[in-house]
């Protein structure tokens, strides 16, 4: 799949995006990225900050989590406990064009092709914040020697493929200083689906 009309197109825009987004929340970033919606359907730029994270995770986790350190990093990388990112969703309005243009024909494209379609796309966007990040961008407006952790991401994920993600964009004291974050998530939904599955077992048994 050619992406380089959009991979252009999203550099550009994810400049200003970035950088009025920083303008506003200065050093109190701790992730900046791009959050798409699974498909082709859309994109925008994506945020939290540290003030944020502090008041979630203060919020009462029991409804949902036995694990407040789970409770913790869920909604620490989790997009749809982020701020509300969508007052910058203008940013990306050609981007959205350009991605939406990209989606191929499902009559006439297996689902293997379809995937890997998918695949070049997300590389795409992840090259649009590995150029910015090797160009200093975020460091620059920053005014500080390394950037938030970069993030491309979307709300219903399995956390290998975030972490891997993570690990491609990133640099290497970023991805150190984060990668026990997703090895924790993945290791506890691991051992859910172990729970569910035994139960099941059990009780199929019984």
């Known amino acids: 799949m050619n992406t380089k009309i959009f991979e252009t197109v999203l550099y550009e825009e994810a ?41 979630t995770q203060a919020q009462d986790h029991t409804p949902y989590f036995d694990d407040k350190k789970c409770f913790d990093l869920t909604v620490k990388w989790y997009p749809s406990d982020f701020i509300d990112f969508e007052d910058y969703s203008h940013y990306f309005s050609e981007s959205d064009n350009e991605l939406q243009a990209l989606e191929p024909d499902d009559l006439t494209m ?39 952790a970069l993030y491309l991401a979307t709300t219903d994920e399995d956390n290998k493929d975030r972490l891997e993600s993570f690990s491609r964009i990133n640099s290497e004291k970023i991805i150190n200083h984060y990668k026990a974050d997703f090895e924790y998530l993945i290791e506890t939904h691991e051992s859910w689906e172990r729970g569910a599955f035994e139960e099941a077992i059990n009780q199929r048994f019984e």
């Open 110 to 148: 297996d689902l293997e092709e379809i995937s890997s379609c998918w695949d070049d796309t997300l590389r795409a966007m992840e090259r649009v914040l590995i150029r910015l990040k090797k160009e200093n961008f975020f460091a620059t407006m920053l005014g500080k020697n390394e950037s938030p």
């Open 15 to 55: 400049k200003s995006a970035f950088q009025a987004i920083i303008n506003d929340h200065g050093n109190d970033l701790y992730v900046l990225g791009i959050y798409h919606f699974g498909g082709w359907g859309g994109i925008m730029p994506m945020f939290n900050t540290r003030s944020a994270l502090r008041d």
